[in-house]
């Protein structure tokens, strides 16, 4: 399962990257929290993935989803697209690929 893996691993250095350019340009404590937080943990289930640990398929999903719905609620509650918005845009568009039916190859 490489593509997923990859897929799950690249999106958690995103959050991790986003979080930190937010803290550093709008001093958002929360978001670093929580964007380190959720990134470290993708990263991690991402690498369980491409391991095939029962551990890392059960924990991407879920965190995809978490981030998902943290940073969509968070979006909407300020009003504001960036950064919140785009994360929660990605996290979509993650959970999409990593869902996306693949051939034996990949397997």
Known sequence: MKVPGIVIAVYGLVVLITAIISYLTAGSVSFLIAG?????????SGL???KRKELGFVFAP????????FFAYRSTRTGE???SGLVA????VTLFLYFLPRGKKDL
């Open 48 to 50: 369980g993935v491409l």
């Open 81 to 83: 697209f960036m950064p």
């Open 36 to 44: 380190s937080a959720f990134g470290v943990g993708l990263v991690c």
């Open 62 to 69: 879920v965190l995809t989803v978490l981030v998902t719905a």
């Open 89 to 92: 845009v990605l996290s979509l």
